[in-house]
């Protein structure tokens, strides 16, 4: 088991819904993503696949180079791929945007 | 293990009751007798291998089709008993499982015949009568696995058990356990030590709150006079207990060691009241 | 000219197996009607989980929702048949179990509260063992004290099906709906082939495991209350109409001189042919209290 986090100051814009998006079978994930309290986005990882810590940073810096929502994300993985944990969190972006 | 499953259950049921046999019309695999114990008259009921069973899958101790339904039968007659006095209800009378089973039975002819409802009839026999007032007593001399102890001991007011490395209370056989989570028994042993609900030693079980007691006792395998009457004893307060507290489960919530190692249940049904309560 | 368009059923039709639990459960309900209680933002997951490397899920895989059906007060809780195959743990047990309770004090203080279960299951994680076995005793000692005073109603779709400790929950149900799809049995066929060898049970063989423990056999058999196809609309209108009619005049699992004779007339010596019990048994179990002239 792996906890990452990461942080994303530039991520400011104030949002205010909700989304939960996924369930955690084999090789799927789920992603809560909510409005921070802190100010800027921040993402909580818990994974059962270990070793992947510079992948989940590429898909999340990719990620927040195209939202800037002040949110929080947490995500419960069981070995998504990176075009899979990118789909959760656009439909999560969905929810939340809409 | 020292002794084949279900001959500990055999030996405790003769030593406590006296008798050894079937009530009349029931398979040789459930063995039913009324005891006094105390004050009171207790039903005892216990599942024991049966060699000659109609079921193929039912011969060493499981609890099958036949088995669910006749004790499903035998505590529903106690109930019957009890609401059908002319005059005023008799005292609620206790009613005794002594449970070493192997499992339920593993078979095509049980899966067919929808052993499932077999085993949720005797469930309910011993949950209805829990409801109404019958101190409902299991004693756990060997083993009590999954659907079998779910079918016969698991709906108990108080569960007390021997402090035995025979006893076993799981959810499925280490054997069979290592084989679908591909660990082997070694492991499954240690990670026992470390996660106590996957434990296999009785004495951690103890530990999850859902025991009334744990019972030092001398050769459970040959129990000897003394020994039979100190559990006498223990199941003549076990009833009191009983008798003392409430008809559902929830002391199984409020144990000291359950308040230790069920914290999450705890918290989870607090946080479903809470928010039932403002929905 | 122009010509009507025809849009047929089958289009239309929602499927409710593709539906993850929190969806199912939410079409079963009022539109508008109902809350989620201790839903994945409370993250009360599993502590037993992530210690043995396996990730949990926010919600434990089990979703309840407070709310109505057919404008009667209903708890609907769904096992999420995708994560860890709808297993029960110390976390789901307790919330199954609480919200049951909380619908048993609610019907005892006059708010009869109906309560909706959604199984797709194997039964005990395996991960959390005892606690999981425990959490399905204190289910079904819960289903029974809420049994007293409103329908139970369990919804079985697939595709895991309802196995091991929580068919006996199904079991103690008052109504039970299945699809096609569908199984309900104690042991699953892989654990049968296992215990008691391939000659007994060659789990790869689909049709006897459907002829066994499949939906149409179970309904057919009388063990289970209804068959209906995988349509959400369809199934949401089962269900209300077994809260409408409340409780049966007897559970199936109170006939127990019924079954025990059934089972003394079977002949053992060979296997049992499933669709013979349609015949011998079919349809002869629960009545509706309020269903006139219907024997089901």
Redesign the interface.
């Not at chain 2, 109609?54 to 899958?57: A, D, L, Q």
């Not at chain 2, 209370?169 to 499925?172: E, F, G, R, S």
């Given at each position: 088991m792996e906890q990452l986090k990461f942080e994303y100051p530039s991520a400011k814009r104030h949002v205010t819904k909700k989304a939960h998006v996924g369930v955690v079978g084999s090789g799927d994930m789920e992603v809560l993503m909510q409005p921070t309290e802190t100010g800027s986005a921040y993402v909580s990882i818990q994974t059962s696949v270990n070793g992947f810590s510079s992948s989940w940073k590429a898909v999340m810096d990719r990620f927040f180079s195209k939202y800037d929502g002040a949110v929080r994300i947490d995500i419960n993985d069981a070995g998504a791929t990176p075009g899979s944990v990118m789909l959760r969190l656009e439909q999560a972006v969905e929810v939340i945007e809409s | 293990m020292s002794i084949q499953v279900g001959l500990r259950g055999k030996a405790w049921f003769e030593a406590l009751t006296g008798k050894n046999s079937p009530m009349a019309g029931d398979p040789d695999s459930v063995l039913t007798a009324d005891v006094k114990i105390g004050e009171d008259t207790a039903r005892f009921l216990c599942v024991v291998p049966n060699p000659q069973a109609?079921?193929?899958?039912a011969r060493r101790g499981e609890v099958g089709?036949?088995e669910a339904?006749?004790l499903?039968?035998r505590v529903?007659e106690v109930i019957e008993q009890n609401t059908s006095a002319d005059k005023q209800p008799i005292s609620a009378r206790p009613i005794i499982a002594i449970v070493d089973v192997k499992?339920?039975a593993?078979?095509?002819?049980?899966?067919?015949?929808?052993?499932?409802?077999?085993?949720?009839?005797a469930?309910?026999?011993y949950?209805?009568a829990r409801?109404k007032g019958h101190p409902v007593i299991t004693l756990v001399v060997g083993q009590a696995i999954?659907?079998g102890?779910?079918?016969h001991g698991?709906?108990a007011n108080r569960i007390l058990a021997f402090d035995d490395s025979d006893v076993v209370?799981?959810?499925?056989h280490k054997e069979?356990?290592a084989?679908?989570?591909l660990r082997t028994v070694a492991e499954l042993d240690r990670?026992g030590h470390?996660?106590?609900?996957?434990?296999y030693d009785v004495r951690d079980?103890a530990k999850?709150g859902?025991l009334h007691k744990l019972l030092h006792v001398e050769d459970p395998d040959k129990p000897a006079r003394a020994t039979v009457a100190q559990v006498q004893k223990e199941l003549i307060d076990a009833v009191a207990d009983a008798r003392a507290g409430s008809t559902?489960?929830g002391n199984?919530l409020t144990s000291n060691a359950a308040r230790e190692t069920?914290?999450?249940?705890?918290?989870?049904?607090a946080?479903?009241?809470e928010?039932?309560m403002k929905? | 000219m122009s010509y009507p368009t025809v849009i047929p059923e089958f289009v239309l039709r929602q499927s409710f197996i593709e539906l993850d639990a929190r969806a199912r459960a939410q079409s079963l309900m009022d539109p508008g009607s109902w809350r989620e209680l201790v839903g994945p933002f409370d993250r009360i997951e599993s502590p037993w989980l992530p210690e043995q490397g396996i990730a949990p899920q926010f919600d434990d895989g089990c979703v309840v929702l407070k709310g109505a059906i057919a404008g009667k007060a209903a708890v609907v809780i769904a096992l999420e048949g995708g994560f860890q195959a709808g297993s029960m743990g110390e976390v789901s047990g307790a919330k199954m179990a609480a919200a049951l309770d909380l619908a048993t004090r609610d019907s005892q203080n006059g708010k009869t509260t109906v309560a909706v279960l959604l199984l797709e299951t194997g039964g005990v994680r395996l991960q959390e063992a005892n606690l999981g076995l425990n959490a399905i005793a204190e289910v079904m000692a819960s289903i029974l004290a809420l049994r007293q005073h409103a329908p139970v109603i369990t919804v079985i779709a697939g595709t895991v099906g309802c196995f091991g400790g929580m068919a006996l929950a199904a079991g103690l149900s008052s109504y039970i709906v299945m699809t096609p799809e569908a199984r309900l049995g104690l042991n699953g066929p892989e654990v049968i082939e296992q215990e008691s060898g391939i000659e007994e049970f060659d789990s790869s063989d689909r049709a006897l495991i459907w002829a066994i423990n499949g939906g149409e056999q179970r309904v057919a058999m009388g063990v289970a209350d209804e068959l209906v196809l995988d349509d959400a609309q369809k199934i949401a209108a089962i269900v209300r109409s077994h809260v409408e009619a409340g409780l049966p005049a007897v559970h199936r699992s109170q006939q127990v001189d019924l079954y025990r004779e059934r089972i003394r007339a079977l002949d053992t010596s060979r296997q049992i042919d499933p669709l013979t019990l349609r015949e011998t048994w079919g349809g002869k179990t629960t009545v509706s209290k309020t269903r006139k002239g219907v024997t089901r």
């Open positions: - | 109609r079921f193929p899958c089709l036949e339904y006749t499903a039968a529903n499992s339920q593993y078979g095509r002819r049980e899966e067919t015949a929808a052993i499932f409802l077999a085993c949720a009839t469930a309910e026999a949950a209805s409801m999954s659907g102890f779910l079918t698991y709906q209370i799981h959810a499925m069979a356990a084989r679908i989570t990670l470390e996660i106590a609900p996957l434990s079980y999850l859902l559902d489960l199984r069920r914290k999450a249940s705890v918290a989870a049904r946080h479903i009241e928010q039932w929905a | -």
